[in-house]
């Protein structure tokens, strides 16, 4: 039987999209408005890219760890509903963590278990298309939909009942990210290469180590906007509700992208889109450093994200399902995660908490660097790979 919009028969497309929903409608309470929540509890710049670093840290261990453990239990839900639900209990604690320590060991463990799950639940969904692997942005798209119903209505709760509101808000939606994995189900195994030896001569080889490098500079080039931008804007005048629009208006870009994917990978190819999409994560950022005033110019580049993360996202997390197969499939999208997510933001988040102060916005054309450097490498490393 076909599920519904799902295009494709047997495919539990609204189960599998559910869980996207909750998991990035979290990304979307905490992404745009942990930043300025740290500020609001009397943290500095340098010890609020400290607090995010060490989240995004935790991506860079978490998804390695489960993903061994997810690939030798050969039981990928397990692990996606054991960390969700610890994640939900451990992010509890931010509501009793005062302290810059308390703090920061609450979101070390909570962000241990809460990135483990979407790596297992990526190679899950890429096992139960099987075949249709271009279908996959049609279902992640639905994760850009919780982002969106997130950041619009938490910025306008926030306007109304404050700030302190935000850690209830967010654990609510991890109760969701929870129930939405108890529904989603497991996949058989698809691919070949069944063994540890595979994933370590995939990993050696030139093509994917220039490929992983370029992703980690691309994202240590989204650090400043994944901790700073929403601060940024409130410190030029910009409103609570006007910041949540901004942010959901790059994430209906990034929509737009996600619905056309499966017509623009088979025609462009890896390799021409990843170049794009890095050059003009290039371009956004450094309209960002040299136009905050202009509420119309943000929007624009806004747009952008389309691009910097929409195409990229798509087009890598299909990469890295070619390179990585069988039993190494698990482990090679921990590794795409912890590369990316983990440490090239984290890396981002440290970099620009600690430049802050000194040079605020402009630490943006540090991130359009690091983004054209990653175009450079991308365009290298996927020049013998095909469409």
């Keep these: 039987m076909a599920a519904a919009g799902g295009g494709g028969a ?23 408005y942990w930043g300025p929540y740290l500020r609001a509890q009397g943290f500095t710049p340098a010890e609020i890219g400290e607090l995010l670093a060490i989240l995004h840290a935790t991506k860079i261990v978490a998804p390695n760890v489960w993903g061994f453990l997810a690939d030798r239990l050969d039981r990928r839900m397990v692990v996606v509903r ?37 790596p297992q639940f990526e190679a899950n969904t890429f096992n139960h298309l099987a075949g249709r692997e271009h279908l996959y942005s049609r279902i992640r798209l639905w994760g850009s939909v919780g982002f969106i119903v997130a950041v619009v209505g938490i910025g306008e709760a926030m306007d109304r009942f404050g700030i302190n ?73 910009y409103s609570g509700g006007l910041i949540g629009v901004l942010w959901a208006w790059g994430v209906i870009a990034e929509i737009g992208v996600f619905l056309l994917m499966h017509r623009f990978l088979p025609r462009f190819g890896a390799r021409t889109l990843l170049v794009a999409a890095m050059s003009l994560g290039a371009l956004r950022w450094v309209v960002v450093a040299l136009w905050v005033d202009l509420p119309w110019v943000i929007a624009a580049s806004q747009t ?16 890295v399902n070619r390179f990585f197969t069988g039993r190494a499939q698990g482990r090679g999208q921990a590794l795409y995660s912890s590369l990316t997510f983990g440490a090239g933001v984290a890396v981002g988040a440290l970099f620009t908490g600690w430049a802050w102060e000194l040079f605020e916005g402009q630490t943006f054309f540090a991130g359009a660097a690091a983004a054209a450097l990653a175009a450079v490498l991308a365009g290298w490393s996927l020049a013998g790979v095909r469409k």
Excluded: K
Excluded at 171 to 195: H, Q, Y
Excluded at 214 to 222: E, K, R, S
């Design 304 to 319: 952008l994200h389309a691009a910097s993360f929409g195409v990229y996202h798509a087009v890598a997390i299909d990469t």
């Design 10 to 32: 047997g495919l539990p497309y609204w189960r599998l999209s559910g869980f996207y929903f909750f998991f990035f409608a979290v990304l979307g309470a905490l992404m745009p």
């Design 82 to 118: 054991a960390a969700a639900l610890i994640a939900f209990l451990a992010f509890a604690g931010v509501l009793i963590a005062e302290r810059y320590g308390e703090l920061a060991l609450v979101m070390a463990l909570f962000g241990f278990f809460w990135n483990a799950a979407l």
């Design 165 to 237: 509101a935000l850690p209830w808000l967010a654990l609510l939606l991890f109760a969701g990210l929870w129930l939405s994995s108890l529904v989603a189900p497991e996949a058989p195994r698809s691919g070949e290469r069944p063994d540890g030896e595979a994933f370590l001569d995939t990993v050696r080889r030139p093509a994917v180590i220039g490929f992983f490098l370029a992703c980690f500079l691309n994202q240590v080039g989204h650090g400043p906007f994944y901790g700073f931008f929403s601060i940024y804007l409130q410190d030029h005048g």
